[in-house]
């Protein structure tokens, strides 16, 4: 029994159709995923100034206390 011609032809272009198609998916894929990388250095750099922040913020406190820890006990305007 020979091949049907245009059934061929329907299932080449099908398949040509769906290579294009597994490509293109690929491709945004692949955008995706260097998205995401992107966003993951970003995080990983906020991450780092918030402590840095943390970390004068901290040193702040502990001088306004240390200052305000001398200025207990002292008479005011003595100078």
């Not at 061929?8 to 260097?34: M, N």
């Not at 100034?49 to 006990?73: C, F, H, M, P, S």
Request: hydrophobic residues 40%.
């Amino acid at each position: 029994m020979p091949e049907d011609p245009i059934a061929q032809s329907e299932l080449a272009a099908l398949t040509r159709r769906f290579e294009e198609v597994a490509g293109k998916t690929d491709r945004e894929f692949g955008i995706i995923k260097s998205d995401l990388t992107a966003v993951r250095l970003q995080i990983g750099n906020l991450d780092q100034k918030i402590e840095a922040l943390d970390k004068k913020i901290d040193r702040n406190q502990a001088q306004i206390i240390e200052l305000l820890t001398q200025l207990v006990g002292r008479r005011p305007h003595a100078g």
